[in-house]
C-alpha cells in the first residue's frame, strides 16, 4: 500500500542488485582466501646472470612436449629458486600478470610449506584465470586436477601453454616423514598443454616420487654442465 509498481519495481531491482553483488564478493573473497603474496620472494631473486642455456633448454622442453614435469635440482646457492623466478617473468611477460600459477615452500614463512596452504593457493590462482564458470563441488587435488584439465583446455585455443612453477619442494612440512607428502599437493598424472616446472635440493628422500611421474625432464646444476 502507498508503493506505486515502477517504485516496487526500483526497489526490487535494488534488492537483486544487492544479493548479487553479495553473491560475487563471496565468490572473489572465496577465490581469494588462498592466495599467498609472493612478491617480496620474488623480488628476492633478482635479475638471472649466466644462465640462458638453461633457460633455453627448460623452454625447449616446454615447448616440444604436450604435456610434463621439469624437476631442476642442485644445493643450496645452485640457483635453482632465481632459475624458476626467470621462468615465471619470462612466461608472464609473454602471456601477461597472474597467468603463472606459482608457489614458493618455505619453512620460515608461516603455512607457505604446508600441502594444504600449497593446494589452496595453487587452485585460487587457477581460479582466476579460468573463464570456466561452473565451480563444482569437487575440492583439494581433485579440484586441482579438473581445473588443470580446463585451464589447460583454455590456453590450447590461444596456443599457450599452462604452465605451474612451484621452488622448495623438500621444505615440505613433514618432509622427513614415510608418507609420500609430495602427492598431497601435486597431482599423479597431468592432462594435455598442462606443465609443472618445480625445484628441490637433491638429497630430498622424497624425490622418489616424482622421478615416477611420466614425462620427467631432469636438470641437475650440480652437474659440471652447469
Not at 620474488?42 to 635479475?47: A, C, D, N, Q, T
Not at 620460515?108 to 570456466?132: K, M, Y
Not at 607428502?181 to 622418489?208: H, K, M
Request: charged content about 25%; hydrophobic content about 40%.
Amino acid at each position: 500500500p502507498g508503493i506505486h509498481f515502477d517504485n516496487a519495481d526500483r526497489l526490487a531491482v535494488g534488492v537483486l542488485r544487492s544479493k548479487l553483488y553479495d553473491i560475487f564478493a563471496a565468490a572473489d573473497q572465496s577465490i581469494s582466501a588462498g592466495l599467498i603474496d609472493f612478491a617480496q620472494e620474488r623480488m628476492r631473486h633478482g635479475e638471472i646472470i649466466g644462465r640462458r642455456e638453461a633457460l633455453e633448454m627448460i623452454r625447449g622442453w616446454i615447448d616440444g612436449a604436450s604435456s610434463g614435469w621439469v624437476l631442476i635440482k642442485g644445493g643450496p646457492g645452485s640457483g635453482k629458486s632465481a632459475i624458476l623466478v626467470a621462468v615465471l617473468n619470462q612466461l608472464e611477460d609473454e602471456y601477461g600478470a597472474e597467468a603463472i600459477p606459482y608457489h614458493f615452500l618455505r619453512r620460515e614463512q608461516g603455512n607457505w610449506n604446508e600441502p594444504d596452504a600449497v593446494l589452496r593457493n595453487l587452485i585460487a590462482r587457477l581460479e582466476r584465470i579460468s573463464t570456466f564458470t561452473e565451480r563444482g563441488t569437487a575440492q583439494g587435488l581433485e579440484r586441482l586436477s579438473a581445473l588443470l584439465a580446463t585451464v589447460g583446455q583454455q590456453y590450447a585455443t590461444n596456443n599457450r601453454r599452462l604452465v605451474l612453477v612451484v621452488d622448495g619442494l623438500d621444505e615440505v612440512a613433514g618432509a622427513n616423514s614415510t608418507e609420500r607428502v609430495l602427492g598431497r599437493f601435486l597431482p599423479a598424472t597431468l592432462p594435455e598443454n598442462t606443465f609443472i616446472v618445480c625445484a628441490s635440493r637433491p638429497n630430498y628422500p622424497q624425490l622418489g616420487w616424482l622421478e615416477q611421474r611420466s614425462g620427467l625432464r631432469p636438470m641437475d646444476l650440480d652437474h659440471p654442465q652447469w
